[in-house]
C-alpha cells in the first residue's frame, strides 16, 4: 500500500462515528457493513479539499477498486474539485464502473460541467445507455442537474422515458427526474405523465414524489393524483 493510501484510511479511521456508521449502513444495503467507517459527509468534503491540492492523490485515484465505502466517496469527492472538463470527464469515466451504491452515484457533481454543458451531452447519452446500474443513473443525474432549467429540452425527458431497465436503482432515478422536472417544467413534462409514457412503476413513483414535494402546487398535486395507474 502507498503511503498517502496508508495515510488517508488513517485519518478515515480518525473521524469514525460507529454510531453513524450503524445508520449510514442502513440506508445503503447493496454496500457490505464491514466496508463502511462511519464518517460524516462534511468532514468527507473537508479532507477531499484538501487532498485534491496534493500531487500524490494520483496514486490513491488509481489505486481501484478502494477498500472502503469512505474511500470510495472521497474519490467522487476529490473528482468534484478537477476544474479541467477534460481531466474531470477522463476522471469520471474510470471511477464509474466501480461505483457499486446509490449514494456514491449521487454524490458526484463536478462543478466544471456546467460551463461545459454542450460538451458533457454525448458523455450523458452514453453513460444513460450503459448495463451498469451506477453509470446508467449517473447520467440520468447529470441530465436532472444540469438540463432541467435554461438548458431543458423535452427530448431529454424522452430520453429518460425511453430507458429500459429492471434496476430498482435505475428507475428510481428515472422518477426522480421526472418528479423534479414536473417542478421546474411543468407543462411540458405533465405530457409524458397524461400519455403514460413510462412503465407503470416509474409513472407511479414519480407521482408519488411529486406529491411530495413542496414545489408543486395543491391545484397539480390534485390533478397529479387522478393520474396514477391502478
Known amino acids: ?78 473528482i468534484e474539485q478537477e476544474k479541467d472538463f477534460g481531466r474531470c470527464i477522463s476522471e469520471v469515466e474510470k471511477f464509474l464502473p466501480y461505483i457499486d451504491n446509490w449514494a456514491t452515484c449521487d454524490l458526484i457533481s463536478p462543478k466544471v460541467f456546467r460551463k461545459h454543458t454542450e460538451e458533457l451531452m ?6 444513460m445507455e450503459s448495463s451498469h446500474t451506477y453509470t446508467c443513473r449517473f447520467g440520468i443525474k447529470m441530465l436532472m442537474t444540469y438540463f432541467l432549467d435554461n438548458n431543458f429540452r423535452s427530448e431529454y425527458a424522452e430520453w429518460v422515458a425511453a430507458v429500459k431497465s429492471e434496476e430498482y436503482y435505475v428507475n428510481m432515478m428515472r422518477a426522480w427526474y421526472f418528479a423534479t422536472a414536473l417542478a421546474k417544467q411543468y407543462d411540458r413534462i405533465i405530457l409524458f405523465i397524461e400519455e403514460k409514457s413510462l412503465d407503470k412503476w416509474t409513472h407511479n413513483k414519480s ?19 387522478t393520474l396514477k395507474v391502478k
Open 122 to 127: 454525448p458523455h450523458i447519452r452514453r453513460w
Open 1 to 78: 500500500m502507498s503511503r498517502i493510501i496508508d495515510e488517508i484510511q488513517v485519518r478515515l479511521f480518525e473521524l469514525q462515528d460507529l454510531k453513524y456508521r450503524d445508520f449510514n449502513a442502513s440506508l445503503i444495503p447493496a454496500v457490505d457493513k464491514d466496508t463502511v467507517i462511519g464518517v460524516r459527509t462534511p468532514a468527507l468534503r473537508k479532507m477531499a479539499k484538501e487532498l485534491a491540492q496534493n500531487p500524490e492523490i494520483i496514486e490513491f485515484l488509481t489505486a481501484l477498486p478502494h477498500q472502503y465505502y469512505e474511500e470510495n466517496n472521497l474519490h467522487g469527492m476529490i
Open 207 to 225: 407521482i408519488q414524489k411529486s406529491v411530495e414535494s413542496y414545489r408543486i402546487t395543491p391545484e397539480q398535486k390534485k390533478y397529479l393524483r
